[in-house]
């Protein structure tokens, strides 16, 4: 194939999704997520988020600011996370209600503590991250970590689905 031709077909692709080179570059964010996760890095982690960044955790902790969410997440990682394993969500959606400004959220993540050989049903939760872009940088600003339980009386075998 050509150069002009590739550009014909980036061009179609660009089309198709306008948002599809944001949409790289956010899932890279998270994937720096994972990777300072994998290795017990507070401070990586941190480095993905705003100055001012919200973030709150599965079990509801509020942390402002990216120098205490990285405090907190080597708190986490030198104690209750310590050899913890984060897996890549089974559904991922993005929404961009303005050019700069991203929501993506990823469901279906697993956390697989150091002893387990699978999964577990009460470690899958569905995150929510709003990503801001600045001087062409992505970086996330909002985060919310939750939980997926069953509903009360669903049939447990029943999953979490996402529409795109």
């Known amino acids: 194939m050509h150069n002009t031709e590739l550009g014909e077909v980036n061009a179609k692709l660009e089309e198709v999704d306008p948002h ?5 570059a956010i899932t890279d964010l998270a994937r720096k997520q994972t990777d300072a996760w994998a290795q017990g890095d507070g401070a ?8 001012d960044a919200d973030f709150v955790s599965v079990i509801g902790e509020f942390v402002q ?30 929404r961009f209600p303005t050019p700069d400004v991203a929501v993506m959220v990823t ?3 697993w956390v697989i503590r150091p002893e387990a050989d699978e ?3 009460e470690e899958l939760s569905i995150q929510t991250r709003i990503a801001v872009r600045d001087n062409d940088t992505w970086l ?14 669903a049939n447990p075998t029943t999953s979490v689905s996402a529409t795109h």
């Open 119 to 121: 999964e577990r049903p």
């Open 107 to 109: 469901s279906g993540v």
């Open 65 to 94: 600011g990216r120098a205490s969410l990285g405090r907190a997440m080597r708190e986490g990682f030198d104690g209750f996370m310590k050899g913890t394993r984060l897996f890549a969500p089974e559904v991922t959606t993005f």
């Open 44 to 51: 990586a982690f941190a480095a993905t988020f705003t100055e």
């Open 20 to 24: 599809r080179e944001d949409k790289e």
């Open 140 to 153: 996330f600003t909002s985060f919310r970590n939750t939980r997926i339980l069953p509903h009360p009386g």
